[in-house]
């Protein structure tokens, strides 16, 4: 069973438009969640997080939301760059162990100039 | 800060062969998570250290499988005998803490067996 799930496996947006990626979970008890992006043959990185004491949190172009009640979180990149093509994946942590991540399938970003 | 270093960065054996990853963890963090990601099930945690000591190996698929972190600065991860299904990019990472600390992960080692 999928807890963290990333529907979408692919996305293209022109550059400059806003860029969405959505991730749903299942477990009720996740209380933390984190964005992580990947470019081919490079390992994961860290991108921006969100508690779930929170519903936004904001970090330059980038801005997470979490709506608890419907277990969904979204990514919101504007305005999208090519740059930020890449494969983008929600995780979370599973328990009390923070570095337990489960991670969603992903969703790979294309921006088209 | 060089990152985490992993090698090799790709690695092509023959089934029932040994394999041995290698992995340098970011200096001065206390945790070291190995990650193995395929195409049917994702990135998935094999197992992971907190200050050199295994805490949680239930990601570990089989005995044909296992981690080692003799010291701060080291740790690998060995499959003997190795089989096809074992092809995966296997991913080490580090965090200072385990609670909501990021992960810093490697760029990956790629293995193929045949």
């Known amino acids: 069973d999928q807890q963290v799930k990333q529907n979408s496996p692919s996305l293209s947006v022109q550059e400059g438009r806003i860029s969405i990626l959505n991730c749903d979970y299942t477990?009720?008890?996740?209380?933390?969640f984190l964005w992580y992006k990947k470019y081919p043959a490079e390992g994961p990185t860290f991108l921006i997080s969100i508690s779930s004491i929170k519903d936004k949190n904001e970090d330059g172009r980038f801005t997470v939301f979490l709506n608890k009640s419907a277990k969904h979180l979204s990514l919101h990149i504007v305005p999208s760059q090519p740059g930020d093509s890449a494969v983008y994946f929600c995780a979370a942590p599973e328990g009390n162990q923070g570095g337990k991540l489960i991670f969603g399938q992903g969703t790979e970003l294309s921006v088209k100039p | 800060d060089a990152g985490v270093i992993q090698s090799p960065r790709h690695e092509v054996t023959e089934m029932g062969q040994e394999v041995t990853l290698r992995c340098k963890p970011i200096?001065?963090?206390?945790?070291l998570f190995w990650y193995r990601q395929t195409m049917m099930r994702g990135l998935e945690l094999l197992i992971y250290?907190?200050?050199?000591?295994?805490?949680?190996d239930s990601g570990m698929p089989e005995d044909r499988f296992s981690a080692k972190m003799p010291n701060a600065s080291f740790s690998t991860l060995k499959i003997q005998p190795s089989e096809p299904r074992d092809s995966a990019v296997y991913f080490c990472?580090?965090?200072?803490?385990?609670?909501?600390?990021?992960?810093?992960f490697g760029n990956g080692t790629r293995l193929t067996v045949t």
């Open positions: 250290f907190n200050n050199n000591v295994p805490i949680d």
């Open positions: 990472a580090s965090s200072l803490d385990s609670f909501n600390s990021p992960l810093h």
């Open positions: 477990n009720s008890m996740f209380d933390y």
């Open positions: 200096s001065g963090h206390d945790y």
